[in-house]
């Protein structure tokens, strides 16, 4: 069977999946995974181990809640704020850390610094950057929240 005729019989299966999942927006987006997550399903599915309707479903189901997982946590690691505020200054060779601040730059540590440009410039995560600064995971987490809360503070002064 080629995959037009398996997405025409199973069109109706990849709407169940969007709508347990909750899907509002994006939906082309999420339904084009899901497709994707069909086609996938249709080259390794194994007869013998089961029905390939309930295969292909928790395929879907997966790829959907993976791409989801994805997009929180890229969305957490934005911050939504004026537009002076957070732009990078990549030609800067003195200071590769560099992120342009109203007076607050200036005021943080050569550690603080690298933990904002390694977390939302190179998009490292926390253990990441715990190991590269041999700190515990905890401790870096906890330090950029407080750097960021301080940060706003600052900027709404």
Not at 125 to 153: F, G, P, W, Y
Request: aromatic letters at 12%.
């Amino acid at each position: 069977m080629d995959f037009e005729q398996c997405y025409e019989q199973y069109k109706a299966l990849i709407e169940k999946v969007l709508h347990r999942c909750n899907i509002y927006g994006n939906f082309d987006e999420f339904r084009h995974i899901a497709m994707i997550a069909l086609w996938e399903a249709t080259r390794s599915y194994d007869s013998e181990k089961g029905g390939f309707e309930a295969y292909a479903y928790f395929i879907m189901r997966y790829q959907i809640i993976a791409e989801m997982r994805k997009q929180n946590l890229l969305q957490s690691r934005m911050m939504v704020m004026e537009d002076e505020i957070l732009y990078a200054c990549i030609n800067d060779v003195q200071n590769p850390y560099r992120i342009e601040l109203p007076l607050a730059w200036e005021e943080l540590t050569t550690v603080e610094r690298y933990i904002l440009h390694s977390y939302y410039m190179e998009q490292n995560s926390d253990k990441e950057i715990a190991a590269s600064l041999q700190l515990k995971t905890d401790t870096v987490k906890k330090r950029r929240q407080r750097l960021l809360k301080r940060l706003k503070k600052q900027l709404s002064e």
